[in-house]
């Protein structure tokens, strides 16, 4: 049997390759600059969304244990309270008493801006430093609250808004 030497190879050279690889990179690196803006506006709406969960879960535990809860935010991240008389009335982390309700940390490309309606919903005062800004009382009520999420160079930003009722919703706004 004879092996005929002389085959017609067709295909791409090397060089024609590494020449196709280098344009698709710098495509792809135009797509990924570009599409920033985009990943942020996800980024915040996935917030939003992890946080609206999150208080749905706490007003229910909140009910169930007939114990009032609170969520204090600032800058950086994001916590969890239960609020307790004895032995003296203050306010405990529930990272203390559960992993669930870690301090969340706030993702550095996404800034709130909190407000809160006048009426009281809670009369739950201490001398504690601690102090939640929304108040989770057993009998379902919530404070009422705007919490704007925005996200670096995104057109996009988010709204939580919760009612007295406990009733939360996440709302688009440009």
Known sequence: MKINASRNLTGFTLIELMIVIFIIGIASAAVIFHGGHRNNAREAQAFAEQLKSQIQIIREQSVSQLSTMGLMLNAENY????????PEKKWIPLREQDNFWKS????????????????????????????????????????????TINSEGATLAFQIIVHSDGSTSVQEIK
Request: net charge negative; no cysteine; aromatic share 12%.
């Open 79 to 86: 916590e969890f309270y239960q609020y307790i008389e004895k």
């Open 104 to 147: 969340y940390t706030i993702p550095s490309s996404i800034k709130l801006n909190l407000a809160l309606e006048l009426k009281k919903t809670s009369t739950v005062t201490t001398t504690d430093e601690h102090q939640p800004q929304i108040i989770f009382l057993p009998n379902g009520e919530i404070t009422p609250f705007t919490l």
